[in-house]
């Protein structure tokens, strides 16, 4: 297989890896989800959506873009992990236009696009990664 493609895709899953990862890791550990919850989502959406769901929405688009983040890094569950993280992108998308129709999309497009090309491409080209190790066991 063409090396070029290997890389390439390495590349891309890194990059994307890593912008959710730091993403995830600021929300977890540097900010603390209750404060992203009280200073992003509930003042943003208070009279909105309902508490329940925007706190469980916090925690979980946290969590699932630091573990998917690594996952992705490390080449683990790969395409259960884009599916994860295609869902917070989704997630992010709504609540954004919820609050405000137009708004700046490069909090998504970019990470949407990386994601959707790592789905694109055949998963054969995305060959350093752990998956693969495990599966020639």
């Known amino acids: 297989m063409n090396t070029n493609k290997k890389i390439a895709l390495l590349t891309i899953r890194l990059l994307l890896g890593f912008i959710f990862f730091f993403q995830g890791f600021g929300k977890l550990f540097k900010f603390g989800v209750d404060n992203v919850y009280n200073n992003f989502f509930a003042k943003t959406y208070e009279g909105i959506l309902p508490d329940f769901l925007l ?3 916090a925690y979980y688009t946290s969590y699932i873009e630091f573990l998917g983040g690594l996952l992705l890094i490390i080449g683990l569950k790969r395409d259960y ?3 994860a993280l295609a869902s ?3 997630i992010v998308t709504f609540g954004h236009g919820l609050v405000e129709p137009i708004w700046d999309l490069s909090h ?3 990470r949407a696009i990386l994601l959707l090309t790592l789905l ?3 998963k054969e080209w995305d060959y350093y990664r752990l998956d693969t190790l495990l599966k020639k066991k």
Do not use: D, E, R, S
Request: proline share 7%.
């Open 120 to 122: 694109l491409l055949p």
């Open 55 to 57: 706190y469980g929405t």
């Open 108 to 110: 998504v497009m970019f």
């Open 81 to 83: 992990t884009l599916y």
């Open 88 to 90: 917070v992108l989704i």
